[in-house]
Structures are given as C-alpha cells and as structure tokens.
C-alpha cells in the first residue's frame, strides 16, 4: 500500500515563529504536492515538486516556501507564520506515469492553528 | 481555464436512499474528472475517475458516476445510503492536457440519517 506520512496531525504555533511541516512517501513518487484545505474552499494547491530539488507555485504560494532535498521527502515551510495561515495541510504524492491520469495519493493531514 | 462546481455544500439523505452529490465541469480540454472521500480525520481517498474509456465509472464501496459532455457534468450516485457513507466529498479536474495538478471543487458533506 501507498503510504503518505505527515510528521504531526495537530500543531499549534504562535504568530511570527517558522513552521516546518514534513511529508514522507515510501512509494518512489517522482511528483508531491502540499495543499491547504478550509471550509467551503475545497483544497487549494500550495507548491508542487516534479523531482528533487524541483518546484513549482501553485496557487496560493504567498506566505510559504518549499524544500526537497531527498525524492521521498518534500517540506512546506511557513517563514513567518500568521493567524490567517490557519488550516488544515494536506501532503500528495503521484507517480510520473506515461498517463497524467494518476491517481492523487494523501496523507492524514495537519491541522495548523497559529496564535 | 478548468473548473469544477459541487452544488450544494451539504446534502442529507436517509439510510437506504439515493445518494446524488452533484459535480458540473468546465474545461477547455477533454476533462480527466475525479471524485475523492475524505472520512472525518482522514486524508483523501479516490472513489472513482473518468479517463474517456467509458461514461459510467464504477467506484469503490459502491458508487458510480456517469460523464455527460452535453450537460458538462459528473455526478456521484450510490443507489442506497449507509451510515458509513458519511463523509466530504470533492470533485476534482486535472487542471490542463498535460498537468499532474488538479482543481478541486469546494467540496460536499453528506450527512446519513438512520
């Protein structure tokens, strides 16, 4: 089985300090994916990474920042972290595929609140 | 640009009965639709996707959905409701021809009554 692990389910943190929340995925997926999800919102695409050391904006990428050193590794850093970036985080990973029509695999989540 | 759109935020139905969580689509290429689960406390889960091999998809746990490109949609149906159905349901579309990233719909709950 696909296993997608995130390194806390709840994290509480005050305004201004640096957060690093970590995904792990023991599938050798080339491509992950964080996401933040708030209600009524559905999931919005933070930063994607394509290959070790590669990454990409996503949609919301305001306020965060990302680092893949290791393929199984990918790390969603809040520099400065705000009220506002309260939420809950979601880890994806996927295979690169002849296809694009690879399925999304995620982790349980990390539910951020900040001070 | 590629979108999705979930009426209703919140759907109830009763144990037994139909389940139809509603999902229209726009896209400017031939879509790759899904629709993902997420059970209270949990990640996302794949029910099902539609890749153009056939209009009606089977899903896990028993649900189906049907692409119609005349009405744009991708509806999500369960001919009857368990308890354990309860849970938030996204739709979601792969966001161009050749992209891993997908566009997710706002999401539905649904709620089963006994």
């Known amino acids: 089985d696909v296993k997608v692990t995130q390194s806390s389910r709840y994290l509480v943190k005050r305004t201004g300090e640096k957060v690093f929340l970590e995904c792990v995925q023991d599938?050798?997926?080339?491509?992950m994916f964080w996401y933040r999800q708030d209600p009524g919102l559905g999931l919005r695409l933070i930063y994607f990474s394509y290959d070790v050391k590669m990454k990409e904006k996503g949609d919301i990428p305001e306020g965060y920042s990302v680092s893949r050193e290791k393929k199984e590794r990918f790390s969603l850093i809040l520099e400065s972290a705000s009220t506002n970036q309260t939420s809950m985080y979601l880890c994806a990973s996927t295979p690169l595929g002849a296809q694009v029509v690879n399925e999304q695999f995620f982790g349980p989540g990390t539910r951020l609140t900040v001070l | 640009a590629q979108s999705v759109t979930q009426l209703g935020s919140h759907v109830s139905v009763s144990e037994g009965a139909l389940v139809l969580l509603r999902c229209n689509y726009s896209s400017s290429v031939p879509p790759y639709l899904f629709w993902y689960v997420q059970y209270p406390n949990q990640g996302l889960q794949l029910l099902l996707k539609y890749t153009s091999a056939a209009t009606l998809v089977k899903g896990i746990n028993g649900f189906e959905a049907e692409f119609k490109k005349s009405e744009t949609s991708f509806h999500l149906t369960k001919p009857s409701a368990h308890m354990s159905d309860a849970a938030e349901y996204f739709c979601a579309v792969i966001k161009g021809a050749s992209s891993y990233k997908l566009i997710f719909g706002s999401g539905t709950r649904l709620l089963v009554r006994p």
């Open positions: 599938m050798d997926h080339e491509n």
